[in-house]
């Protein structure tokens, strides 16, 4: 099945595209501390797509605002369907990547197939199986897809990989992504905002 992922180009501008959005509505919000209006303050990003997510290295902004109230300045980065927090590898990467390594080990074979060095993969299987089991997002989707069991959460993320609905690898990225958002940041972002773009 991994043989056929192919996430083009056009494939990582539609993800830009609700990353955009998701950025207007965060700035139209406003600062989650004071209320004050937020101003542009993006990051120049260089994205790792390794050889799974080439085509998405193209993408090197990451939305960003910074607070404009005197004494506040607070930074606001709003969830991404891109980047999984600071990750330098984007977030399409790090989950076929993890999802392969789940099925078939983080070892050299896994590495070189995918193009990430086994100790990067066995760091992102610890995550999925430790601090993300551990987060609402995931505490949703496991009530959602049945994916509380012990044998579920050690085989993470291939379970959630398999228990999401559409059949191309582009549809399960995209729809594991648009879950997954809140959790692409440490600014929080009212779910209100969030749900109203995805
Ligand atoms: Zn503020």
New binding site residues.
Partial sequence: MFDQVELDREFFAALGRVDAKIAGAVRDD???????R?HRGDYARKPRGALIAAAGEALVVRFSFC???EG???RTTPPSLRFLGRRVYLEAAVLVASVIAAIRGAGRGTGREVGVPPRTLGRWLGWWRGAFLKTVEFVTLAAALGLGTTAAREAMPAALWAASPGSAADETVGWIARRLAPLTTSAVVRSSVLRAVL
């Avoid at 406003?30 to 004050?36: A, E, K, M, T």
């Fill in positions: 406003g600062c989650g501390r004071c209320g004050g937020l607070c404009g109230r506040c300045r607070r």
